[in-house]
Structures are given as C-alpha cells and as structure tokens.
C-alpha cells in the first residue's frame, strides 16, 4: 500500500467541480461548444505561409528610429 495514497480524499475543488457538473448537467457541453468556436478551428497553411513571408524584419533596437551619429 502507498504511504501517502488518500483512498477516500477529494480536494475543495474536486467536490466543487462535481457539485456544479450536478447543479448544470449541459455546462460541459457548452464547454465543448465554446472550445470549439475559439480553438478547434482548421489551420489555413498557405495563408500562414504568405503572412511569414510579408513579415517586415524587425530592427535590433526597436525604439531607435535614427542610427546614432558618434
């Protein structure tokens, strides 16, 4: 037997997690749903690969607009 293995333990926020999936049995769906609307979305690969290729390379010191005169 495992020293520190708790068989009846449920932490405050398992028992939380549970009662609220009891009180809205359909939250995990609208989880689901909202996952899906941000997410789980298709990856358009040629217009990933034009926007890498429009990028403008950026300057070592972003903040310095002039070359310094010393």
Same mark, same amino acid.
Do not use: C
């Given at each position: 037997?495992?020293?520190? +293995?708790?068989?009846?333990?449920?932490?405050? +926020?398992t028992q939380f #997690?549970?009662?609220? !999936?009891?009180? !809205?049995?359909?939250? /995990?769906? /609208?989880?689901?749903?909202?996952r899906a609307l941000?997410?789980?979305?298709? #990856?358009?690969r040629e217009f990933? +690969?034009? +926007?890498?290729?429009?990028?403008? !390379?950026? !300057?070592?010191?972003?903040?310095?607009?002039?070359?310094?005169?010393?």
């Amino acid at each position: 037997m495992n020293l520190f +293995a708790r068989p009846h333990y449920t932490s405050d +926020a398992t028992q939380f #997690i549970e009662s609220l !999936k009891q009180q !809205k049995p359909e939250l /995990e769906a /609208e989880q689901r749903q909202g996952r899906a609307l941000l997410w789980d979305q298709s #990856i358009d690969r040629e217009f990933m +690969a034009q +926007a890498r290729a429009a990028r403008a !390379k950026q !300057k070592p010191y972003v903040y310095q607009t002039e070359p310094s005169l010393r």
